[in-house]
C-alpha cells in the first residue's frame, strides 16, 4: 500500500490538530480513521461504536476503512491519522507493517497532562494510562516507525513544521 503515510502514537499528543496543520502539496490528502469508520459505518460517536464492536472487529473496520480511502484515491498519496481504536488490537502489527509510520513521540507525562487539560474527566490515572497507551505490542508498532517527531516541547504548528520536511 505505497503512498499511505500513518502518523501513530498515543492519545493526548495533538496528532489529529497536528495532520490538519501540516501544509501538502495537492497530490495529499489527510483523513482521520476514527472519522472515516465513523462515516463508512453510519455512527456518530467512535468511542461507543468501539465499546459495542470490540477491539477485533474494531480493528477490521480500520482495515476496510484504510482500502476504501486507498480505492477512493487511487493517484493520491493518503496521511492517515490513526485513532488508538485502531491499535488497541494486539495482531495489528502485521497489517500496519505494510505501510510508512510516522510517530509522533512526547515524554509520557507530558502526554498524560495533556490528556488532563483536554478531558479534566478523564478517569484514568498515571499507571492507567500508561499500561493502555504503552502496552507491549503498541510499543513494537512505535518502535517500527520509519519517521519519529519528539514533539515534548513543540506547539502542533512545530510539529506539523517538522512533519512537512
Known amino acids: 500500500m505505497d503512498n499511505i503515510f500513518l502518523v501513530i502514537r498515543p492519545s493526548g499528543a495533538g496528532k489529529s490538530k497536528t495532520v490538519d496543520k501540516i501544509n501538502?502539496?495537492?497530490?495529499?490528502?489527510?483523513r482521520h480513521l476514527d472519522k472515516v469508520?465513523?462515516?463508512h459505518n453510519n455512527e456518530s460517536r467512535i468511542s461507543q461504536y468501539l465499546n459495542r464492536i470490540q477491539n477485533p472487529a474494531f480493528f477490521h473496520k480500520s482495515v476496510n476503512s484504510i482500502r476504501k480511502l486507498k480505492d477512493e484515491f487511487p493517484d493520491k498519496k493518503l496521511i492517515i491519522d490513526i485513532g488508538a481504536g485502531s491499535i488497541d488490537?494486539?495482531?495489528c502489527l502485521d497489517f500496519y507493517s505494510n505501510f510508512f509510520k510516522i510517530y509522533l513521540h512526547a515524554d509520557k507525562e507530558i502526554l498524560y497532562n495533556r490528556i488532563l487539560q483536554k478531558n479534566p474527566k478523564e478517569t484514568r490515572d498515571l499507571k492507567e494510562?500508561?499500561?493502555?497507551?504503552?502496552?507491549p505490542h503498541r510499543i513494537k508498532l512505535y518502535a517500527s516507525a520509519n519517521f519519529t517527531v519528539d514533539n515534548s516541547k513543540l506547539t502542533i504548528e512545530q510539529t506539523a513544521n517538522a512533519l512537512e520536511k
Open 89 to 91: 488490537y494486539t495482531d
Open 24 to 30: 501538502l502539496p495537492d497530490n495529499f490528502i489527510v
Open 129 to 135: 494510562y500508561l499500561a493502555s497507551e504503552y502496552s
Open 37 to 39: 469508520i465513523c462515516n
